[in-house]
Structures are given as C-alpha cells and as structure tokens.
C-alpha cells in the first residue's frame, strides 16, 4: 500500500523515481527461454545495480526462490531505511491505524514491485516469474505475522458473522492471505479486496453471505 507523501516519504520517493529511471536501462532483455535459476539471477544482477544506483553498494545473493539482500553488506542505516514500514494513513482515508506489525516496508516492497514490473516487461507469459526480495529474513518473520493475522480475523468472523476487513496491508500481502483462505479448512469463507489504492482493503467473510 502506498504511504501518502511526508518529508520521509518524498525522499524515498525520490530516491524509488531515480532508481527506477537509472534501472530502466539497465534490465537486459532475456536471451531466448530462461530457466528459474536463470530468471533469479537476471533478478540479483538487476537488484543489485539499482541497490548502487540508490547510493547503496549492497552484496545481493539468491537463496533458493528469494533474491536477498545481504544485511551485513548495509550500514545500520541502510537497513533501517530498507525496512522502515509505511506510516499509518491519516484519517479519513484510513478507518483505523492498524498496529506497526500490519504495515510493510515501504522501500522494500518498493523494490520488489519494481523488480516483477520491469523484469516481466514484454516477457512472454511462460516466461514471467514472481520475484521476492527479502533482507535480514523479514518475509518469512512476516509470513507467521500475516498466518496470525488471519487467524485471529477467522475466529472474528466466524464468531461473529460479520466481515472482517484488514488494514493497511500492500498489494502482495493481500494476495498471500487470498492464497492463505484458499486452503480447505477456510472452505466456509471467502476474500475480496474493497476500495482504491492507497485505501484498497482485503476483507473476509462468510461464504455464505455472498448476495
């Protein structure tokens, strides 16, 4: 989800503009079918070029399906600046703030929106693949968050009866909780998301309230 403009957030939007125009040049064009590991490596070059662009000369490596970023390569601050999470949506576009742990990092997801964009650029359907950046092991942390989450709104719900509607998540998370409620023991339920960006919202609710 795309945080509104703040002095915070003009910098990185800047720095997210600078690199995307630098990186624009920079993405090959894939030389007949690739392989996974062929794609992800693509990935790791393309990642770490626009890193350097960004005035960060981080190690990137591939690690079975996740295009990483090497913490110990980052000062403190690089890290921090990486992983620092999108603030809270101000009243009346947000009904609720929902806590630091409903929100992702901004820059991160950033990078990764950028990455599955400009590296699918043209490619022929059999040839897209969905890349995932990580740092310091932050998607799987927020994998098990996102498991809580989900279970704590199914309970809700099916106490409840009502719809349950999560806040602030980002286009990839609500579309991990889609794969999440789409496990059998969920069968009772379903998700949609509601609203436009920087507002959209996923939502569950009982299968059988469908109208």
Do not use: C
């Not at 990764?112 to 310091?136: C, M, S």
């Not at 989900?150 to 609500?174: I, M, N």
Request: proline share 8%; glycine share 4%.
């Amino acid at each position: 989800m795309s945080p509104p403009e703040s002095s915070t957030g003009s910098l990185k939007g800047s720095a997210a503009k600078k690199s995307h125009q630098k990186s624009e040049g920079t993405v090959a064009p894939s030389q007949g079918k690739l392989s996974p590991a062929e794609h992800r490596e693509r990935a790791r070059q393309w990642l770490q070029q626009v890193l350097a662009a960004m005035g960060i000369p981080a190690v990137v490596r591939v690690v079975g399906e996740i295009i990483e970023i090497e913490a110990d390569s980052l000062t403190p601050a690089q890290k921090q600046m990486l992983l620092s999470k999108a603030p809270a949506l101000p009243l009346p576009l947000s009904k609720e703030a929902g806590p630091e742990e409903e929100r992702s990092p901004v820059v991160l997801d950033a990078l990764q929106y950028l990455a599955n964009t400009l590296l699918n650029l043209n490619q022929p359907e059999d040839q897209q693949q969905p890349y995932i950046l990580d740092l310091d092991g932050y998607r799987q942390r927020r994998l098990q968050e996102l498991k809580a989450l989900v279970a704590v709104a199914v309970q809700k719900v099916r106490t409840s009866g009502r719809e349950y509607e999560f806040p602030d998540l980002s286009a990839a998370e609500r579309r991990q909780i889609h794969t999440l409620l789409k496990d059998p023991a969920y069968a009772d339920l379903e998700t949609f998301s509601r609203g436009k960006e920087p507002d959209r919202r996923l939502v569950i609710r009982r299968a059988s309230s469908r109208p």
